[in-house]
């Protein structure tokens, strides 16, 4: 049987609700609705059961819990479930979240004090059975397969919630060799130790089963214990006949529970269709609600294209100077380069909920439209902001105030998830199935509603607190990050190339040096081949096993090091591999063609601390601690020759960051006075004078500073050094008591966020950390770590962005021949020209410098070079 559309008999399903809870639970994820809310086990529950409604159609429906007041078999034996672990934290409140939910549903929920679910499932399967009702019973707990009638079958959930094994009279028997009764009996023997039930001590379930097949029940059993075989059998069976028959009426299901319920009043059909819509909204389930009839915010028959050309945009621009704002969305014919992006639509529409629509030809955008995008009157509602910002420059265009980036306004409310599309927003936010539209309609609905979708998005930023990050940080990087990309970083080609040739050559050697050492061929990029090489022709030491053979990771080879020569050379050929192919000839096909350089995308939406990433490539990446990853920086060269590179970068700012945030007198007294912080940690720490501290001291004094900014643990401390475990607890004990006030700022943090459930920046940005709370020790543990050091890096992130900003509009006031390149890490890289190089090198240090007021001072180291690698230290003037 797959389904119940044909029946002749009207169908129950009874609903374990705790069982399938917990299923749920541990099936999915933790999920957070926009208040914090942890949803899913919620989620997992009512997608399972819409599941079950749309595979088996049921005529009715109820859902059974338990209460938490004490059972009658909790009276007769106290120690009844009282192995049973304490529920998550996580857990707990989606128990009434779930009931309500339910009830929206209109889903009748039944819980009776002093009963267990098992035992209202009980009862209500025997009264529905009893009215002719084809009963299913769907739970995790095999407690309820006693209950298998021929009218009664249970649909257990044997893995996670889709794996389905139904039990009727026939899979009772295949499956036990006993009728469902009987499993009573079987318990009763047997125990239960997930219900602490204790049975008789030696009887397992095979034991069970064959007594019962001999003598049919656990009364007569116990009546003919001289008839059992076996010695120590018999003996138990006298000893422990009380606790069989209190184990047998533990396990035996109640079906008299005193209920009065009408079932034709459980249907499905009940529910307000609007109701259970914003309340799906309200939880985050916005991929449920095409299930739901109800008023859509727009129908694809009332779009209305209005296409324009040339002449009609006069009178659009009188129409966006009336209405003072405009929504937009372009169409970009993209290839390899995002710089190569041409534009082919322009759609844009105004609060009367029209949409206009003017086609472009070789990115000629007409007067009357550069006049709207480049007025700093006019607010622009911006899809894909930077994306359209930089296509506008290529086709001459500079936008100007944008005022609103749906998905730059959701990624600051939603920092810890994944960034929805833009599809899944509107269909959360304004009931809009975009399922229903055509490709062509979806933008124009997306930029028709963009403004009230700005409203409610504003609304919320606003009662989060985060608009002004929104508005005055944010917003405004658009511009900074879309000239960025537009300027590009140009490559010398022709080096990578020798770079490319001499790599093959050095990996070439290595590679015939180990077939030389391993007395054969083999391939080295294969781990399995590898595997064998080592541990089976070498004879090392097996350190770890995977589910194809040999792990090989570099974890492995480090534990090798120094057992064989072919180690060394594995290392090597590794990093040098990756570097060919990760960087060195990946970079030249991303070369613009036309502009001979490298456009990377700046990324702002990605990480949950507000830090900017890249892609294609990935500049944040590029190796620097290595000879060979820094030759790659060589071919990072200005535009042209008489332009040179300034890199400027911020001196230890995550560690002035936290001397600030964390308040402690010593750090603060460090950087005011100028001294070397790390040298001054070592002092402290390893009580010697700053004149006596080694270089080897510095180093573990900066690991441990780092590394406490980032929540680090003595056992993370002792990976990082190669110490014992004990030793680098010893020094953060040493670091605390010579900077209390770091341990002080830590525990205070961790404890603000387990009351709010997120972390803050100085500049209001928020990172919500619902896993603070978690009753997994792991899971836990990050979120401190997390805790501690999203504050730090987040604060040094806002500081940089607006640095970025502060420096790039100064440089707009002034006429120097400047371009701002790239962002990585706490560093930005310019090219200028080597007759403003003393101008812009000054402005630039003063802006960067002056971007924050913090309680030390923010410094920046700036150097010069020709290329990216060769940076030499530039000192200029001062303004003090």
Same mark, same amino acid.
């Given at each position: ?25 541990y ?12 949803t ?44 049973r ?12 979240l ?65 794996? $389905? ?10 499956k ?44 007569e ?56 819509v ?51 969305s ?39 439209l ?49 960034l ?35 409203d409610?998005l ?130 030249p ?18 990480t ?7 892609t ?48 402690d ?28 501290v ?6 573990h ?7 406490l ?10 990976q ?47 990172r919500?950390i ?12 990050f ?7 999203t ?5 040094a ?30 560093? $930005? ?52």
């Amino acid at each position: 049987m797959t389904n119940v559309e044909k029946k002749d008999k009207k169908t129950l399903f009874l609903l374990d609700g705790h069982s399938i809870t917990h299923r749920a639970f541990y099936a999915l994820p933790l999920l957070t609705n926009d208040d914090g809310q942890y949803t899913n086990a919620v989620f997992g529950f009512i997608r399972m059961l819409f599941s079950l409604t749309d595979e088996w159609n049921p005529d009715r429906m109820i859902v059974t819990f338990d209460k938490k007041a004490p059972t009658f078999r909790h009276e007769e034996y106290e120690e009844y479930k009282a192995n049973r672990k304490k529920m998550p934290e996580e857990l707990v409140p989606q128990i009434s979240l779930l009931q309500q939910t339910l009830a929206k549903l209109e889903i009748p929920i039944i819980a009776e004090e002093g009963y267990e679910a098992d035992d209202l499932l009980g009862t209500l399967s025997k009264q529905a059975a009893a009215q002719n009702y084809d009963v299913y019973i769907i739970t995790g707990d095999r407690d309820a397969l006693q209950l298998v009638s021929e009218n009664i079958k249970v649909m257990y959930t044997r893995k996670g919630l889709s794996d $389905l094994v139904i039990y009727d009279l026939e899979k009772i028997f295949d499956k036990y060799e006993i009728p469902p009764e009987k499993l009573i009996d079987m318990k009763g023997l047997m125990g239960d130790s997930s219900d602490n039930i204790p049975g008789v001590p030696g009887i397992g379930e095979k034991t069970a089963i064959k007594l019962l097949k001999q003598f049919d029940s656990i009364d007569e059993i116990l009546n003919n214990i001289d008839q059992v075989s076996g010695k120590k059998r018999k003996e138990n069976l006298k000893k422990f006949t009380d606790q069989a028959k209190m184990s047998y009426r533990l396990a035996k299901i109640k079906r008299d529970v005193p209920l009065k319920l009408d079932f034709d009043k459980c249907r499905l059909d009940l529910y307000d269709d609007g109701q259970v819509v914003e309340h799906f909204k309200k939880l985050g389930f916005s991929s449920l609600l095409d299930r739901f009839e109800y008023k859509k915010e727009i129908q694809p028959e009332n779009i209305n294209f209005l296409n324009v050309g040339e002449t009609e945009l006069e009178e659009l621009k009188q129409k966006a100077l009336e209405y003072k704002e405009i929504a937009f969305s372009l169409k970009i014919a993209k290839d390899s380069c995002a710089r190569n992006g041409k534009i082919t639509e322009i759609l844009y529409a105004f609060q009367d909920e029209s949409v206009y629509s003017y086609k472009t030809e070789n990115n000629k955008i007409a007067d009357a439209l550069k006049e709207i995008l480049e007025s700093e009157t006019i607010e622009k509602l911006f899809i894909n902001a930077k994306e359209s910002s930089l296509a506008l420059l290529c086709a001459g265009i500079e936008v100007k105030n944008i005022s609103f980036e749906p998905l730059l306004a959701y990624y600051l409310l939603q920092p810890s998830s994944s960034l929805p599309d833009l599809e899944e927003i509107f269909s959360r936010e304004l009931d809009i199935g975009m399922q229903e539209f055509s490709q062509d309609q979806i933008l124009a609905v997306e930029t028709i509603k963009l403004f009230k979708l700005r409203d409610i998005l504003i609304k919320k930023l606003k009662d989060d607190s985060l608009y002004d990050l929104f508005k005055n940080m944010e917003l405004p990087l658009i511009k900074v990050l879309a000239q960025m990309e537009y300027n590009g970083v140009k490559i010398d080609k022709d080096w990578l190339q020798q770079l490319s040739d001499k790599l093959e050559k050095r990996l070439e050697i290595i590679t015939k040096k180990a077939h030389e050492l391993a007395g054969e061929d083999f391939n080295l990029n294969s781990p399995k081949q590898l595997g064998e090489i080592l541990f089976e022709k070498l004879g090392l030491p097996v350190i770890k096993r995977t589910k194809t053979g040999y792990s090989t990771n570099a974890n492995v080879l480090e534990k090798l090091e120094g057992k064989h020569p072919i180690i060394p050379l594995i290392s090597e050929y590794r990093e040098l591999a990756k570097l060919k192919s990760t960087y060195i000839d990946s970079l030249p096909p991303l070369i613009n063609s036309e502009t001979g350089k490298i456009h990377t995308s700046f990324n702002q939406m990605v990480t949950a601390t507000g830090r900017l990433s890249s892609t294609n490539p990935n500049l944040q990446n590029i190796p620097i601690r290595t000879e060979e990853g820094r030759e790659i920086r060589k071919a990072f060269i200005p535009s042209s020759d008489n332009m040179i590179l300034l890199a400027v970068d911020y001196s230890q700012i995550e560690l002035r960051v936290f001397a600030h945030l964390s308040g402690d007198k010593r750090l603060k007294e460090a950087f005011n006075s100028g001294r070397d912080i790390h040298t001054e940690t070592a002092s402290e720490i390893f009580e010697v004078e700053a004149e006596q501290v080694s270089p080897n001291l510095r180093r573990h004094a900066k690991v441990i500073n780092f590394g406490l900014a980032y929540g680090m643990s003595a056992y993370g401390l002792s990976q990082d050094l190669d110490i014992p475990v004990e030793e680098a607890q010893d020094y953060i004990d040493k670091y605390f008591e010579r900077f209390s006030g770091v341990k002080k700022y830590m525990d205070e943090t961790i404890q603000k966020v387990k009351e709010k459930g997120y972390a803050e920046t100085l500049y209001g940005r928020k990172r919500y950390i619902p896993e603070i709370n978690s009753s997994n020790y792991h899971r836990r543990s990050f979120a401190e770590r997390s805790a501690i050091n999203t504050p730090v890096q987040g604060t040094a992130a806002d500081i940089m962005k607006k640095s970025m900003l502060d420096v790039y509009d100064s440089l707009k006031d002034i006429d120097l021949e400047i371009n701002i390149l790239l962002q990585v890490h706490d560093e $930005l890289v310019f090219e200028v020209a080597n007759k403003d190089l003393e101008k812009a090198a000054l402005l630039i240090k003063d802006k960067m410098e002056a971007a924050a007021e913090l309680d030390v001072p923010l410094l920046v180291d700036l150097q010069i070079a020709e290329n990216w690698r060769d940076k030499e230290d530039y000192e200029v003037g001062s303004n003090a």
